[in-house]
T-cell receptor
Framework: KQEVTQIPAALSVPEGENLVLNCSFT??????LQWFRQDPGKGLTSLLL?????REQTSGRLNASLDKSSGRSTLYIAASQPGDSATYLC?????????????FGKGTKLTVNP | ETGVTQTPRHLVMGMTNKKSLKCEQH?????MYWYKQSAKKPLELMFV???????ENNSVPSRFSPECPNSSHLFLHLHTLQPEDSALYLC????????????FGEGSRLTVL
């Protein structure tokens, strides 16, 4: 059974700092990995999608890497800003029966202090 | 206009009520999903529809009844719920059920008294 773990559960940093969020998964048989952002009481916003054949994806100040063989992904945020404060979730897409599904981690709650 | 719209955003209901959550996607996607998000737990997949046909039902109690009348609309009918069903219910869509990127709505916050 696929399990996704995100460490740390919470992180507080001063504005301007570069930071790394970690995601690990137990089964390397994934189709892709997706990072999301969730603001309090809101839905999820897709940040980056990495296909299983890819090593990384970049969007602005965000860079996500994927090491499928070791079951790890990292989300790097450069020059963090207070507006980056949110919960960051990673999810892996895995086979299930004749279909597929996303398995989510519990998220890392990030606070960027001005 | 956002890609995936959910209504209502907040709902309070008693255990004997019947209510429905609505989701509409304007992205031209073929697959739609209901997820449940409870405090301190990972998102749980409830239902998956592909081209209006249910392809996944993750052992969800029958007091939750989904309906997908067309590829743009998805409903979750609620009947005789329990207080432990209080959660954020999130709708999502993707181009297809295979390896597609998911786009989520803002969620419906449900409180069962």
């Amino acid at each position: 059974k696929q399990e996704v773990t995100q460490i740390p559960a919470a992180l507080s940093v001063p504005e301007g700092e570069n930071l790394v969020l970690n995601c690990s998964f137990t089964d390397s048989a994934i189709y892709n990995l997706q990072w999301f952002r969730q603001d309090p009481g809101k839905g999820l916003t897709s940040l980056l999608l990495i296909q299983s054949s890819q090593r990384e994806q970049t969007s602005g100040r965000l860079n996500a890497s994927l090491d499928k063989s070791s079951g790890r992904s990292t989300l790097y945020i450069a020059a963090s800003q207070p507006g980056d404060s949110a919960t960051y979730l990673c999810a892996v897409r895995v086979p299930q029966g004749g279909s597929e599904k996303l398995v989510f981690g519990k998220g890392t709650k990030l606070t960027v202090n001005p | 206009e956002t890609g995936v719209t959910q209504t209502p955003r907040h709902l309070v209901m008693g255990m004997t009520n019947k209510k429905s959550l609505k989701c509409e996607q304007h992205l031209g996607h073929n697959a739609m999903y209901w997820y449940k998000q409870s405090a301190k737990k990972p998102l749980e997949l409830m239902f998956v529809y592909s081209l209006e046909e249910r392809v996944e039902n993750n052992s969800v109690p029958s007091r939750f009844s989904p309906e997908c009348p067309n590829s743009s609309h998805l409903f979750l009918h609620l009947h005789t719920l329990q207080p432990e069903d209080s959660a954020l219910y999130l709708c999502a869509s993707s181009q297809d059920i295979v390896s597609g990127e998911l786009f989520f709505g803002e969620g419906s916050r449900l409180t069962v008294l």
